[in-house]
């Protein structure tokens, strides 16, 4: 291993990590939610981080990440201050917070007439007030939130991503805590978010060489949590599929070769017009590598 970070607090996905110069050039990296894009369609992940062609943002996303910030904001605060009254007070100005840094995100509405700011941000409290149902958070003292981890595996392959939240028990025990906001249906996102703990378990491991004793997804459109305990022989195993996928990247990168994969999916996908699947056209392939390459946003964290 020749790199290993981990650093809390609010940074953008771009943001250098601990110890590293803003001009450094940062190495290409796997993140779970590429990964995962790789996973379910070669060519989405091409079009996302390869092409970098936009898409707009759903209400519904920018609702996550406005509720993932303010579950950060919460525990930051005093212990007996984590009531629900308190963190719904958090949502106005962690809203104006994050429209003024990521302006595109306020765009979402300005087309939107059915779902006007007011009736998203009850609805983002709906979110908060089912997260006090699940969870007393003047019980807990996360070690952090919104934790960047960085670590390099076998064959080079560098992992990047960040927890939501990372719990540490007295006896150094670890647990991982995902808040899932989105609206993918269970079924389909449950693979896909076991696929991303399972990721953060493994670099985890690797920068603090302790298994972690619980992987927590919390489900806050549904009200539900879901706990899962990792053992270290699964890790190895899914270590092996992490360097296997990167091993696939690379050699798409390499000649342009990022193929359509349909599924169920396709209806989430911004990029049908582009898709030989459904009769569209890729742009030209710009070519390999990009510094920023496998990048997580905002968005992805929230979902
Ligand atoms: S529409 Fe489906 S097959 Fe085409 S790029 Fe998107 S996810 Fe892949």
């Known amino acids: 291993m020749i790199t290993a970070t981990d650093s809390a607090g609010p940074s953008g996905a771009g943001a250098p ?10 190495r ?3 993140s779970p939610s590429r990964a995962g894009d790789f996973k379910q369609c070669p060519l989405l992940y091409r079009f996302r ?16 990440t406005l509720v993932h910030s303010v579950l950060e904001r919460l525990y930051s605060l005093p212990a007996a201050e984590r009531v629900p009254e308190r963190a719904k007070a958090l949502l106005v ?25 007011t009736a998203w941000l009850e609805s983002a409290g709906k979110l908060i007030d089912t997260y006090f149902k699940l969870e007393d958070p003047r019980r807990l003292e996360p070690e952090a939130c919104e934790l960047r981890v960085e670590v390099e595996i076998g064959n080079g392959v560098l992992l990047r991503g960040f927890v939501d939240r990372l719990d540490v028990a007295p006896n150094g025990d670890l647990r991982v805590v995902d808040y899932k906001t989105g609206a993918a249906p269970r079924q389909i996102g449950e693979m896909r978010a076991l696929f991303q703990m399972k990721f953060y378990a493994v670099a985890l491991w690797r920068l603090r060489g302790v298994v972690p004793r619980q992987l927590k997804l919390i ?8 706990a899962y305990a990792p053992d270290e022989g699964e890790l190895v195993r899914f270590e092996r599929t992490l360097e296997a996928i990167w091993r696939a990247i690379l050699r798409a990168g390499e000649t342009g070769d990022f193929r359509p994969s349909k599924s169920k999916l396709c209806d989430w996908c911004d990029h049908k017009a582009h898709c030989p699947a459904f009769g569209g056209s890729p742009p030209e392939y710009p070519g390999w590598p990009d510094p920023d390459l496998g990048a997580e946003t905002a968005l992805d964290r929230a979902d």
């Open 17 to 26: 990590g601990a110890g590293e110069a803003s001009t450094v050039v940062r």
């Open 28 to 30: 290409p990296a796997l």
């Open 49 to 64: 981080v390869v092409d970098k062609l936009p898409e707009q943002p759903t209400p519904v996303q920018v609702r996550g």
């Open 93 to 117: 100005p962690a809203w104006e917070e994050l429209a003024a840094e990521q302006p595109d995100l306020a765009r979402v509405f300005r087309e939107d007439e059915l779902k006007p700011e």
């Open 219 to 226: 489900y806050l459109r549904d009200g539900e949590a879901l």
